[in-house]
């Protein structure tokens, strides 16, 4: 199965039964899947005249207390900031996939990885995050799909599966077998009242200085939480290793190659893949910070996740990055050569 | 023995509109309706952002905020969710005309089975009075502080007219409410608009000739005579498109 | 680790994704770890094509494959383009027909086959690409009916029924020459 089409049914999957979106690639085989599917099990697959219509059409059927996503890539996830910045303002959940493309502007359809800041620090106006998961695998595409919804739900906000191009297009088996929970109670949706209670209100409006810091305050005591329960990460021979290596997505994947080739030359080095984007996985880094003798960034961008790798380690060892961008994916043998420069003694 | 009374479908909450503004009465005509109907149970409101962005407060059915100029995508994917309920969108002529043009045009297009009661008073009200698409020629606001040039900044858009083009829409017709008559003749389009919409078929858009005394720089009484003397003129009232009456004759 | 990494390369409609998503569909009957990655955007329609394929007894770290063990040329550029990236000691199909000139590599194993005149002496003209993988499948030990029968009906769909057999001979018709 191919990435996109593991995202679209694992939504399915996961009950989502309303997709919006708008053509752009290397994500359109999720609306064509959905296109397809939806239709058949009862559910609405529209395609919208915008990316910033298909992300109002998102926050409305959010407001029902539905599940429902749409898909994009860089450009047009920049046109849905906007209505995600006021899915955060109103708490409502929601998915949303990203299937990165090189930028800035136009840019180019090759995988990239240069959204990171967008996702997890500059997605649009406002103090709000969004949750942010990086899969690494078309396994992984579809059992973050799932997890997004689950924890979208739960934390009332936007979750945002952080995919690129080679991910969305690459074909590896995956076993969609789920226990879904969809259980979360929503009394605050807008479904009518049925002349039975007071009518609820969806909004992100809040004139009064005092309210609007009030909201912010009780939001980001949610984001704490959700530092706390649900950062994932994934460490690969880290136990003894010497450098550590730092990668998500598919730069993880080339990452290993290069570290198992590392390996067998003796080099004493360990992967840390942030599996969530925001929460940052803070600890592993700190540790890191301690022991290792310095950490290569690899990214397919000019050096974003880099920034945070370096707050979470406190600076205490040299970061260094390993990167191709626009579009560009970094070889193992690049990775290798900075882990074996690394090796020796560090910056060069 | 007739007692005056507030609709159920309006809120207690006392509105923030300016003396004069017709606000007030378009809401209440839109809470007249939905008692009438008895839907107030079912209806799904979504209020704008210009000045009737806080309308959630106002009406008793539950209400959606959305960002400028999104609501009729907000409806779409309300409905699309909860078809069996009634959505409307309230909303101002910038939100509409300008920021929102894409998605009005295509939810006509899509003939979406919503209600949107459209205010144009010609003015951007709740930012203080700029330029709005549908500011008349020569009508001076603080972005045409020379009266609108439309060798520069184009024409007044026509949203009925120009929304009777296409396939799409079921309902669409201009109103005003600046005297007993017009009042009387809106309440009925506005009903019409629902009850299509409670009947599926499809979408409905009433256009409200409104007013806005304070950025007009006018008593509401002038401010009323504007209304027919300026607006309606360039806006005439009158039904622009009916599928349904059109398919029975 | 075994890990055999496949690149196919040629024009867009010759079935360059297609031979590498039987491959890999194949790999993945016979239980062994897979992955299939499409060259993507203008290029599919009318330009190079390629794909990587990898099969491997241990989990695929990257999918991404820049020196394959076997390269499947089916034009010229292809060639021109991914000759040098052969591993020493890898393996690579050539389609004679569409490639006129000999690999210069003096270190790896090259098979050439005659395969779009094959595909239209055999009135197939467009399942050139499915005799080279019979041609690849025979010279890699690894033409099992079971495996490939899995796979056929994998990537081809119910619509397409009639296509299994021709499919099939022209991966036998591979295998023979």
Redo the contacts between chains.
Sequence with gaps: MKGNEAIAEAAIIAGCRHYFGYPITPQTEIAAYMAKRMPKIGGCFLQAESEIAAINMVYGVAATGKRVMTSSSSPGISLKGEGISYLAGADLPSLIVNVQRGGPGLGGIQPSQSDYFQATKGTAHGDFHMLVLAPASVQEMADLTVKGFELADKYRMTAMVLADGTMGQMMEPVSLDYEVKNTVEKPWATTGTNMEREHNIVNSLFLSPEKLEEENFKRYDRYKLIEENETMYEEYMMEDAEICVSAFGIASRVAKNAINEAREMGIKVGLIRPITLWPFPKAPFKKAGEKVKSIISVELSMGQMIEDIRLASECKVPVTLCNRAGGMIPTPEQVLEAIINANNGGAK | MVVFDKPHALTDVSMHYCPGCTHGIIHRLVAEVIDELGIEGKTIGIAPVGCSVMAYDYFNCDMIEAAHGRAPAVATGVKRALPENVVFTYQGDGDLASIGMAETVHSAARNENITIIFVNNAIYGMTGGQMAPTTLPEQVTQTSPYGRDVNHCGFPIKVCEMLATLDGPEYLERVAVNNVKNVKAAKKAIKKAFQNQVEGKGFSLIEVVSSCPTNWGMTPKKALEWVEEKMIPYYPLGVYKDRSAKEEN | ?SATKFLFAGFGGQGILFSG?FL?YKG?IEDK??????S???EMRGGTASCSVILSDTP?????V?NPDVLVAMNLPSLDKYEDAVVSGGTIFVDSTLIERKVKRTDVTVHYIPATALADQNGMPTLANMIIVGKVLKELNEFNEEGINGALGKVISARHANMLDFNLKALKIGSEN
């Design positions: 680790m998503k890999a993945l770890q897979v992955s299939w990655l499409p993507y955007g203008p695929v770290g990257s999918p991404i820049s």
